[in-house]
T-cell receptor, first 110, second 114 residues
Framework: DAKTTQPTSMDCAEGRAANLPCNHS???????VYWYRQIHSQGPQYIIH???NNETNEMASLIITEDRKSSTLILPHATLRDTAVYYC???????????FGEGTQLTVNP | DTGVSQDPRHKITKRGQNVTFRCDPI?????LYWYRQTLGQGPEFLTY????????KSRLLSDRFSAERPKGSFSTLEIQRTEQGDSAMYLC????????????FGQGTRLTVV
């Protein structure tokens, strides 16, 4: 799996958009970008994934650059409950391991 | 079915003792994964099963660790002769055997070796 690089921590004001960047410059053509988050004392939770196109679901939007070397997870209206560690993962088809890095600690402030 | 469940949630054991953890995946999921997570780090892959077959094991899974998934349903992870370095959160996840799918994680078992 390609290595990903994320900032260690970020802050966001409640109600504002949270934009979490991820670099994956060595991603291969068949690797997807997955985002998971982990709220304190819970297991990781799937958020979204994408290959080339931008993706949106009820939780977030994923913007992938045209060269696929980086992506941004967008939480459009962050709430206090979005405070968590966010992991960006580049991985092939399901069944292969998910390789978690250290992620980004997002703190949403009131 | 409310998700992946793990038992126990917490375990304190003395060094040298054996411990066993159980994971019940989401019922229709045929893939099951074990991860280990230490404080401040992301989860590290240990092993995964497709049905009852153990298809991949990490080098982290020393010979003191063994995992089983009899009949392709629940899974157990046993650690023999525990060491203080085994103290961690042990996470189980399950998914469907499809090309692209999400993995659902349990709440984990927190192991403390004293």
């Amino acid at each position: 799996d390609a290595k990903t690089t994320q900032p260690t921590s970020m802050d966001c004001a409640e109600g504002r958009a949270a934009n979490l960047p991820c670099n994956h410059s060595t991603i291969s053509g068949n690797e997807y970008v997955y985002w998971y988050r982990q709220i304190h004392s819970q297991g990781p939770q799937y958020i979204i994934h994408g290959l080339k196109n931008n993706e949106t679901n009820e939780m977030a939007s994923l913007i992938i650059t045209e060269d696929r070397k980086s992506s941004t997870l967008i939480l459009p209206h962050a709430t206090l409950r979005d405070t968590a560690v966010y992991y960006c993962i580049a991985a092939g088809f399901s069944g292969s391991r998910l390789t978690f890095g250290e992620g980004t600690q997002l703190t949403v402030n009131p | 079915d409310t998700g992946v469940s793990q038992d126990p949630r917490h375990k304190i054991t003395k060094r040298g003792q054996n411990v066993t953890f159980r994971c019940d995946p989401i019922s229709e999921h045929n893939r099951l994964y074990w991860y280990r997570q230490t404080l401040g780090q992301g989860p590290e892959f240990l092993t995964y099963f497709q049905n009852e077959a153990q298809l991949e094991k990490s080098r982290l899974l020393s010979d003191r660790f063994s995992a089983e998934r009899p009949k392709g349903s629940f899974s157990t992870l046993e650690i023999q002769r525990t060491e203080q370095g085994d103290s961690a959160m042990y996470l189980c996840a399950s998914s469907l055997a499809r090309d692209i799918t999400e993995a659902f994680f349990g709440q984990g078992t927190r192991l403390t070796v004293v």
